[in-house]
Structure formats: C-alpha cells, structure tokens
C-alpha cells in the first residue's frame, strides 16, 4: 500500500465526499480457481480498519465466470484507494491457482504429482507457492536452506555428480542437518552416477521422454540394488542410519520445458513429481473485476 498510495491518492481525495459510503463487489469474468482473497482483505484492513471485507468463497474454490468472490463495505474512499492492490493480489494468485490446476487435471490418473520452484516473484514466494496448493499442486522447497539441490553448476565445481552427492552426505552427516540431497542430471551416465554415490532425489533435466523413461528404469534398478545391500548389512548386525536412502525410495524429478501439451507423456515415463517453473512465473492473471456501487 506505500507503494501503490504514497503521500495519499489524489484521484479519490479529489472526486470523492469524505462522507461517501460504497460497496465493491469482486467478480470473476472468466472461470478458474480462486486465490488471494486472505491477502486482498489485509490490503483493505491496511488502507482502514473500519471496512467490512466478505469473502463468499474459499482460497482453492472453482468460481464461474460471473460468479460473486467477495464483496468490500464502508467509506468510498478507502475502497477505492485498496481497490488495485486487492485486485493484483486476487487476479495474480488466482492465476497461479487456475493454471496449477490444469496441469494437476492433466496428470490426475497417472503417478505424478505436480510441484513448484523457487521461480516466485521476490517478495512474493510465500503466497504464491500457497497458491500452488489451492491449485491442487505441491510445493518443493521453499529456499535455499530447506534442501539440497545440486545443479549443473554445483556439479561442475565439485568435479562431478558423485563427487558433489558425496560430499553433500558428508556435510549432512557432519551437521545432523535431516534435510534431502538432490541433484540434477541432464544424461544416463549422470543418473547413473547419482543412484551410485546416494541421491535421495534425482532431477531428470531436459530429457527427451524416452530418456527420462530409461533413466526411470535406470533408478528403480538401482534402488533395488540399494536395497539388497541395506538388507545384506543389517544381516551382518551393521545397523543402518536412520533416514538413510537406503531404506528410502529415490524421488524421481522431471524438470524442464514441460508443456501442457508435453505433461501427460512425461508424466507417463514414470517420474514420482514434475516441477514446473511456470507455475509461479509465467502464470496468466485471471479476469476479476471490481464494481462499485453507492447508495441512491
């Protein structure tokens, strides 16, 4: 709101009675799904705390075209001074939501579930991954600090994929630090590599479909061949570390130019998630609209 009203909006300063009471109506002019209304309420509550915000749906809900969101009472001023800002945040977000949820739709009778990126608007990386799940969608991780993911530049500075997976499960067994090593692979031998040297999660980045659907195979075998050895040491009375990818199935990412047109098939590879920056940075505003109306 500082950014958008600054010293004081002059338009509505200018035409509008102090006196003047309004109601804004919030309405969809194009189906989807919903979200934003928590954060459009706080927008209203910050330009005044004396209006009266009414949300008629749920973040998540499926809203018709000409359905009725939610409804905003009290001075005229004040609503319209919040009018834009609640407006980005319920058309933005509602974006998000909507077109998570056809990709979630796409995939919905195979294994694959739909996830995030960090690829958020900064400042605004919370509601949007919450806009994933009203999408139906799941968040990866949320930064830096709640997961390892070792990319192509990481791998290149440690001298390899093994090399960079190792010394990550060092550092993890140094630290106590419980938190999942992954990293990205971009052909066999690296995926390969990566089942070898202990990944608990493998991207499969920018694969064709019959690659990721090899690399698929290439993993199920080797976390068999994990799991013989897990069972082979507790046999010898060796315990095995808690936690461990050993007693864990490898997660299986898709990652990369992942189209709507392309989900179904990458989906049907046989990858565990596919993670789509899309979601968060190229998502399409729903239509919403915001009619005033005043008393007689």
């Known amino acids: 709101m500082r950014e958008d009203v ?24 194009q189906p989807g799904v919903v979200s934003g209304l928590f954060p459009a309420c ?41 009018e834009r800002t609640a407006l980005n945040f319920m058309r933005h977000l509602s974006g998000v939501a909507t077109l998570t949820r056809r990709y979630v739709e796409a995939v919905r009778d195979t294994r694959a579930r739909i996830v995030d990126t960090r690829k958020t608007t900064p400042g605004l990386r919370a509601l949007e991954k919450r806009a994933v799940l009203h999408g139906g969608g799941e ?8 997961m390892v993911l070792i990319k192509d530049n990481h791998i290149a500075a440690a001298g390899g994929v093994g090399a960079a997976v190792r010394l990550c499960r060092s550092k993890r067994e140094q630290t106590g630090r419980r938190v999942a090593i992954e990293v990205e692979t971009g052909d066999l031998p690296q995926v390969e590599e990566a089942v070898h040297s202990g990944a608990d999660w493998i991207m499969l980045d920018n694969m064709s479909d019959e690659t990721m659907r090899r690399a698929v195979q290439t993993v199920r075998a080797g976390q068999a ?57 190229s998502a399409p505003a729903l ?9 007689a």
Do not use: M
């Open 6 to 29: 600054g010293d004081g909006d002059l338009t509505t300063e200018w035409t509008i009675a102090p006196e003047s009471v309004a109601c804004g109506r919030f309405e969809a002019r």
């Open 42 to 82: 706080l927008a209203y509550r910050e330009v005044d705390p004396g209006l009266e915000f009414q949300a008629y749906l749920s973040d998540g809900d499926r809203v018709a075209d000409g359905q009725l969101l939610a409804e905003v009472r009290g001075a005229a001023r004040s609503v319209l001074t919040g």
């Open 139 to 146: 968040n990866h991780r949320h930064g830096l600090y709640d």
């Open 225 to 281: 061949g994990r799991a013989d050895q897990a069972d082979q040491a507790d046999q010898a009375g060796r315990s095995v570390r808690a936690g461990s990818t050993q007693e864990q199935a490898i997660v299986i990412e898709a990652s990369g130019r992942i189209t709507l047109d392309r989900i179904e098939a990458v989906a049907n590879t046989g990858v565990d998630i596919i993670s789509i920056g899309a979601l968060t940075h």
């Open 287 to 295: 239509d919403i609209s915001l009619t005033i109306e005043t008393p």
